[in-house]
């Protein structure tokens, strides 16, 4: 078999940024407590945890004191920040610059908002960590949106300042979009900038990967995409391989592989989340091609 790792699959740029400072940090601390999983993948939680990453809860925090905690790439509301200095806990920031830029446009969009009596729309999911840290920009008033049934939430009589989780489809996007524009129109009949502001906030280093992806899974005969089962990007993204390949299995990693997928002669890919290890495909990887001499038909 022709076993390929895709080459545009791995850790985001965030994430790899927040896992260096954890290693860097844990050099020199015994302990280092981290708020949430640094990452949503199981196998690389379990290998920090082994090297002294400590993963706590908000509850938790607001019990420590003089220690260090790290901030992961999701980012956090204001609120952590204060419990920190109350509590004379040092933070490790290893926030994405992607994300700190959107809380700072969410915050001044917020108070735009409130001078306006207008409202912030957030489509993206519900608790998840990056979404918690927008709405902390605006005192929990942002509506958080996903599906058509919380399109309700929204009084499309007052203007509307959408913005999008970073990790988001551009799809469904610029479809939520459509639908509150249409829905705003319906009660009022001028639409403009001061009715209506969407905002394509969407990281590209992930959307890209939709494009990228999709020719990958129609370039093999069969596709293994590693993700933890917690990624909300990891699922989206396995439905843009399954899509274009039905060939197409979702893995956490290689003791979820059954042989009878495959056949000699073919071509594997091989690719996985932003929040996937390159070490964990490379793990993959070494697995496949092992089966083909021991297991696989001809």
Known sequence: ???TIDKNSGYCFGVEFAIKMAEDEMEQSEKLYCLGDIVHNDMEVNRLSAK????IDRDQLSELHDCKVLIRAHGEPPETYKIAIENNIELIDASCPVVLK???RVKSAFDKMEREEGQIVIYGKKGHAEVIGLTGQTLEKAIV????ADLEKIDYSRPVTLFSQTTKSTKGFYEISQKIEERIQSVKQELSRETFNANDSICRQVSNREPQLHRFAQANDVVLFVSGKKSSNGKALYQVCLGQNKRSYFIENETEIDPDWFHKNEKVGICGATSTPMWLMEQVKSYVE?????????
């Open 290 to 298: 092992s089966l083909e001499e021991s297991v696989l038909p001809a």
């Open 102 to 104: 959107l809380q700072h």
């Open 1 to 3: 078999m022709q076993v």
């Open 52 to 55: 002294g990453l400590v993963v």
């Open 145 to 148: 949106v996903m599906e058509d």
